[in-house]
């Protein structure tokens, strides 16, 4: 794949991480200069080719957690920073699963993507931790979110 290919394959999955909160759950906690940014979504919210170019699973048991650590600049704005994130989720049932997170770079823009199974209406309880590069302290944060399944 070529630069230009590449570079809009990433705009393509930026904009649709952006869109889909109207459709999914989209929070942040506040840390003091920073900020844990977090959606979740099941995979079929993708297009069949925005998740084959950027190599995500599309389907209706394959849920998408993106987590963003975002730092205030000199301005007073937030900016995306790397660093490391894991994490793991309990179903409803308290069984958990590791959540294997991939870093994304383009640009200026830094997320992490994990992919997970679920079944229709399953309350899941995500423990995530973000570590930001050069920061002293980790980031935890606990949310629950229930997924269902396109009808």
């Known amino acids: 794949m070529n630069a230009f290919a590449r570079c809009f394959s990433t705009l393509a999955l930026i904009v649709s991480l952006v869109l889909c909160p109207l ?13 844990v940014h977090y959606s979740v979504f099941p ?3 993708l297009t069949p080719e925005i998740a084959a170019q950027n190599n995500l699973t599309r389907s209706r048991a394959i849920g998408i957690l993106n987590i963003s650590i975002m730092q205030q600049n000199e301005l007073g ?5 790397s660093g490391q994130v894991e994490g793991r989720m309990l179903n409803d049932i308290q069984q958990p699963r590791f959540l294997a997170f991939r870093r994304i770079q383009e640009g200026e823009a830094v997320y992490f993507i994990s992919e997970f199974q679920y079944r229709s209406g399953e309350l899941l309880t995500f423990h995530v931790t973000a570590r930001p590069t050069g920061a002293g302290d ?14």
């Open 23 to 35: 459709a999914a759950l989209a929070e942040s906690v506040d840390f003091g200069d920073f900020q």
């Open 43 to 45: 995979s079929t919210f």
């Open 138 to 151: 980790d980031l935890p944060i606990r949310f629950a979110h229930t997924l269902y399944n396109e009808e």
């Open 77 to 81: 704005g937030l900016a995306t920073i």
